[in-house]
T-cell receptor, first 114, second 112 residues
């Protein structure tokens, strides 16, 4: 049973435009959500997170939106840059903090076209 | 400041053998988690160690076991290897004062 779903395996976006990556979840107990970015031959790198008590968190070019009623979150990257090309994973935790067990989606491969 | 380190980088084992993977957490971190990432999938949680004890465990059989040492480093042991155990094994560290888990580069295990 896939509790965290990323339904788009891949996404291509022109450099300078907005990239929107989506994630859906089914477990109502999830309280903390994170986005990780992964380059080949490296481990996932933390990008941004959001607690279930918020609906938006922003960090530079990255913004995460959370819609609890729809059990949906999205990551917006604007403007997109070539270095953003990577696989992006959505992850969720039942605890209040991201240092507990994480449940990951299957990832979305983002390609930024120069 | 060294991040999370893992050894070895790659490993090839035969079905039925046993394997030990090692992880050193980021400086200042006291909690270590292990994840298995199969090809085309997201990482799956195996277990987490804190204060040398297993604190949480995912849906993995008892063939998967671990240990945490007083210096917070950790080992993952897998017995009676199956072909399906072939995967990238990721170690992540965290602490009670910072919420995010920092991942190492992983160990690529191939079982033939």
């Amino acid at each position: 049973d896939q509790q965290v779903k990323q339904n788009s395996p891949s996404l291509s976006v022109q450099e300078g435009r907005i990239s929107i990556l989506n994630c859906d979840y089914t477990n109502s107990m999830f309280d903390y959500f994170l986005w990780y970015k992964k380059y080949p031959a490296e481990g996932p790198t933390f990008l941004i997170s959001i607690s279930s008590i918020k609906d938006k968190n922003e960090d530079g070019r990255f913004t995460v939106f959370l819609n609890k009623s729809a059990k949906h979150l999205s990551l917006h990257i604007v403007p997109s840059q070539p270095g953003d090309s990577a696989v992006y994973f959505c992850a969720a935790s039942e605890g209040n903090f991201g240092n507990e067990k994480l449940t990951f989606g299957t990832g979305t491969r983002l390609t930024i076209i120069p | 400041d060294a991040g999370v380190t893992q050894s070895p980088t790659h490993l090839i084992k035969t079905r039925g053998q046993q394997v030990t993977l090692r992880c050193s957490p980021k400086s200042g971190h006291d909690t270590v988690s292990w994840y298995q990432q199969a090809l085309g999938q997201g990482p799956q949680f195996i277990f987490q160690y804190y204060e040398e004890e297993e604190r949480q465990r995912g849906n993995f059989p008892d063939r998967f076991s671990g240990h945490q040492f007083p210096n917070y480093s950790s080992e993952l042991n897998v017995n009676a290897l199956l072909l399906g155990d072939s995967a990238l094994y990721l170690c992540a560290s965290s602490s009670g004062t910072n919420y995010e888990q920092y991942f190492g580069p992983g160990t690529r295990l191939t079982v033939t």
